[in-house]
């Protein structure tokens, strides 16, 4: 038996931006496909590349970042993000993971129509590419948790007391 | 972008809100030493204890409809039913109620529930009430997870009910796995500071501050201004009591300067304000030099209310010729004119010239339309109406035609907004007293201009209008006097709202967090609206808004402690090697470092936070090879199980067996 592709998203959205953000489209009754699940955060910036590869092994399809962009609350939040995604995208890239799974947006508390251009587009990219292989996504995990690790490793003896010792 | 521009613009809830509304958003300020503390005694209350197994308690909510009508609640509980750890499935119409709430914590007595979920509306609304009910019930707030299946789903998937229906199951799975790694939290509990600043020594700050008092509370007053009342010092009689609105200040000025728990300043400035809820930190300057004595204050203030007020619109030089002809003048200018005429006297002199006919204009500098009308220097057009306008300017008409019976009175309007109880009796009596009016369409504005050389004798003035009464004829009406209506714009206190990160409408003016339920409230915790800084209102409505603010800041001071969300990094140390890779992540001064510590006998550097200077921002977490470093109430274990909640197939039916891992 085969069903048509119904691509699975998984929406991050900032409690202070985005995810008013999507309330916001509900409160307009305007409607975007089902399959879209949204998740509050405080900052995606608490996110390590391996979590993202972890959601596609697990039968996500494709993960929309919506941040809050230049009104992020935090200090160079954003901008850590920013890198970070960057990193995963090329190591996704490099994988063979099509990066079209991945996207980093800002969403303001009342941006509708952004919110659902984005919905619609990821939904337009992932029926391009298909349903994710999520052997592969989990292989590029455990790369991933490796990386991590051996990064730590390497850096380890150096900054460790950086942070001042009290 | 900007989120300046949120609730107003929403929809407005209407009939769907719950009955109930009381919430408090969660905190996420800068938190001080004291912090720590707190929760270092918190954690030990919960360091005891194995895991017994869970049992999860879900309530579904039909949100009267609002979520049942699309959503199958019936059939969302019998599916989570079957998740591992549920216990319990209940669907109640309103959850939020009292009967609901009831519900929860009877259920945890006497289910002996740990964890519980609520699915329903936005955890803005709602989150903390549930919090609330499940501590009554004796659970710790924290073991609480709220799902949102009506903004996300049941609005936004109305006609796909039954991909609606498995959305919501899916989110609750993952909140049920989200719970499987959820710890007992203890909320940050800092003193909260009995005092409010009030900032403004308009009629809408001299009554929140006499409101704040008459509840024991102590008050610091600042004004930039010589003397309290604002704006309404310059006029005469308001409506619709028709008293003398120097008398309406003088008697709270009175009331306010006389009390002892009332510190006025007058002249000073509120330069810097930072902290949160409880405790602001503000300094006050004064504008003047103050010979020797001490010209800046600093305090710590519980509550700040923003009595801020509104500034009148200035027409533009030109604007319907204003600062071109000497009569033509604003609404405020002519009240003033009024307060010095002698009543019964035959005559009008205005600026030398005798007035036998005055010309009133309404919307002038409110419900701009583009294109029509040029926007400020920022760009923005005043689209809203102004509300006050309308029955000012019928009051005046009647106060001119009382003084002077032989002036001729002509009214060019819109729309003739007296909304307000009594308010249309200015109208009628403005209509017997021989004022005659004209409507023009927003989108051809009488125009004014000098009377043609030949025709002066009838008026230095003639007002063109398009009169909608007369089916759009074309009318000039000779005058010698033009009132220009003109309405309120935002206070400007930039620097305010930028240092206490408020946020302002569209309009510009400062925006509550939702118009009906919780009307002076802000984003910000602790700050309140007291009058015209939300927007233009009368005098009525403004001292009710202070008086509603008074109430709520009231209510904050009734507990000895603020209460904030704990939700800061923590570190597990039987995880952490010591690498330091958060340290460098950590954009917080202070709020994260490397310390030495004994383990095993061994003296080793571990990480350590600061959860007094630690914001929550999570920069740590992502870089810890050992997931050593964890955000309280935000884990990535937290977040990986929702994933997996929703991404699992749906509890109870057939699938790959690795895949039905819910746990």
Redesign the interface.
Known sequence: MSHPFVPKILVLATEKCAYPGADAVGKAHQEYPSNVYILRVPSPVLFPEDFFLGCYSKGIDGVLIAACGSDCPYHGAYDKLAARIDGLTSHMNAGGLEIERIRLTAICTVCIKAFLKEIAQMTDNLHRVGPVNRTLAEQLRRQSVQRLQAKAASAAFVPAMQGGLI | ???N??VR???E?EDDVCPCGEVAP?E?AHLQKEIAQAQDAGRAQHAAGAEPPLRIGVYICRCGGNISDVVDVERVAETVRLIPGVTTAKVHTFVCSDPGQHMISNDILEENLDRVVVASC???LHEQTFRGAVARGGMNPYLYEHV?I???????????PE??T??AI??IA?AVGKLRYAQPLEQIKLPNHRRALVIGGGLAGMKAASDLSARGISVLLVETAQQLGGHLNQWGQVYPSERAAKEITAELAKRVQSDPRIEVLLSWKVAEVSGFIGNFKVAVESLYPLGGKQSRIEATVGAIIMATGFRPYVPRNGEFLFRTDPCVVTLPEFMQAMQGATPGATKFTFKGRTVRNVAFLHCVGSRQLDGVHQPDENGRLNTYCSRTCCTTILQQSLALHQRYPSVGIFDFYQDIRTYGRGEENYYTNASKAGVVFFRYNGEEPPRVKPTSPEHTSRGALTVTVKDTLTWGEELEVPVDMVVLGTGMIPGQIPDLIDQMKLATGEDGFLQEVHPKLRPVEVAVNGVLLAGTAQGPMNIQESLSAAGAAAVKAAAMFAKEDVELNP?VAEVDLSLC?????C???C??EGA?????MEVNGEVV?R??VNAGLC?????C??????RAIN?NG?R?DQ??A???G???ELPGQACEPE?VSIR
């Open positions: 972008m900007s989120s521009e949120k613009t929403h929809q809830l969660e996420e936005t955890p803005f949102n009506r903004e996300q789903v049941s609005w936004a998937h109305k006609h796909d991909g609606a498995q959305k899916r989110m993952g939700y090697t010591g690498d330091a890779q340290v460098t992540q954009a917080y994260l470092h490397i310390v030495e550097p990480a350590k914001v929550g921002c999570g920069a977490v992502a870089v810890c090879p050992h955000l935000w990535l977040y990986e929702m994933v997996e929703i991404a699992a895949l």
